[in-house]
């Protein structure tokens, strides 16, 4: 026998066999074997991670493709149970994340399905921590990293979540319009309600200025309201035609001679003359 030393990083663990035997497990430092009849072998117990794939159905019978991180490392006090009793740890931890992401999917939908990524991942790890306890690994930390609908799937979730965006910028479109039209209408009802007050107002104030101008005549000249209302219809006839003189935009023939003002006159006063018989005979 020939003493052989060894040095055990502190990362890993020592695996002490004599003739095939389990002897002990060495800690991290220097340590000491009789070669060739004790035999040393490393074991990690760093944190290592492995991605799992698994290929299942929701409940909807929508095919996915979930892609889940496990995390997890060897415990210090039972490195014999995990080197004695495992041939191949990550093909193992595979089948009971796959077991587990199968029996969690097909009970949901897809929308459910994205919605419990973090319950699926709790359940994932509780599961498999319980199956590889005694087998001496600990699980850290289980994520489920990816969640793939099959690409048929994806484009009519993507269309189906355009039509709605495209729905709802209509309702939006159509709620802004309307309140530009309320507006419009409110707006234009009140300008109208303005027009109106102003045309009254102006109405007002002509009257007023007509009944000034007829009673100051009747106190200067000594006319009577008939007379005055007669000459100014009169004086506003000569107006209209001087404007349509002055601005040139139109044409218009008039009867003209030495007694063309009386006969203006008189047609103004015979008009009234009709309005005030038609009213007596009422």
Sequence with gaps: MIPCPICVDQGNRAVIQKCGEYSHIAAPGLSCIFWPWSTATMVSIKVRQIDVRTDTKSKDNVTLKVTTAVQYSVDPEKVNDYFFKLNDPERQI???????????????????????????????????????????????????????????VMASMNQIN???????AAIERAEAEKIMAVRAAEADAEAKHLSGMGTAKMRQAITE????????????????????????????????????????????????GPSAVSDIEAQVRHGFMQAAMVNEQK
Aim: with cysteine; charged share 25%.
């Design 209 to 256: 200025g007509f009944r000034g101008s007829i009673e100051s005549m009747k106190e200067s000249c000594g006319l009577e309201p008939k007379e005055v209302i007669h000459m100014m219809m009169v004086t506003q006839y000569l107006d209209v035609l001087k404007e349509f003189a002055v601005s040139g935009k139109a044409t218009m023939v008039v009867p003209h």
């Design 94 to 152: 595979t089948a009971h994340v796959e077991d587990c992401v199968r029996s969690f999917l097909p009970t949901l939908d897809l929308d459910h399905a994205f919605e419990s990524k973090e319950k699926m991942a709790t359940e994932i790890k509780d599961s498999v921590a319980k199956s590889m306890a005694a087998y001496g690994i600990q699980v850290a930390k289980c994520l489920v990293v990816d969640m793939q609908p099959d690409a048929s």
């Design 162 to 168: 355009a039509a709605r965006r495209q729905r709802e």
